[in-house]
């Protein structure tokens, strides 16, 4: 039982896309993350997703799966948090260029982009 240093813990990766898990609580992981462009349309059967922009702005793009072609954002400053429901199909983005930096907040059980399977796609998340 040691506090986790946040600000550090992103010093040790820079690659994006690539989440790095920094703590468990019970059956969730405590994920992070940094981002810049446009991730992938997917969505999470049974799993929940908690996202704290911990630096830069996020848009968190939404559709409906039965009707795609009505999509929505949500917009998430440096401080703010979103959650994403279960089977809401969504698709993170950033501004052009900028990088941001994410802390997620999920059940272990959850794929990273769903049943996508992508070039952006994880299976794996080390442990920082």
Known sequence: MKPINVKEKLTKFS?????????????????????????????????????????????????????????????INEGEIIVVPKGVEHCPTTKEGEEVHLLLFEKLSTAHTGEVVHEKTQTEYPKI
């Open 15 to 75: 690659k994006q896309w690539h989440p790095h898990q920094i703590a468990t609580v019970d059956d969730m992981q405590v994920i992070l993350a940094k981002i810049s462009g446009e991730f992938v349309w997917h969505s999470h059967k049974e799993e929940d997703e908690l996202f704290y922009v911990q630096k830069g702005a996020l848009e968190m793009r939404f559709r409906h799966a039965d009707q795609p072609e009505k999509e929505w954002s949500e917009y």
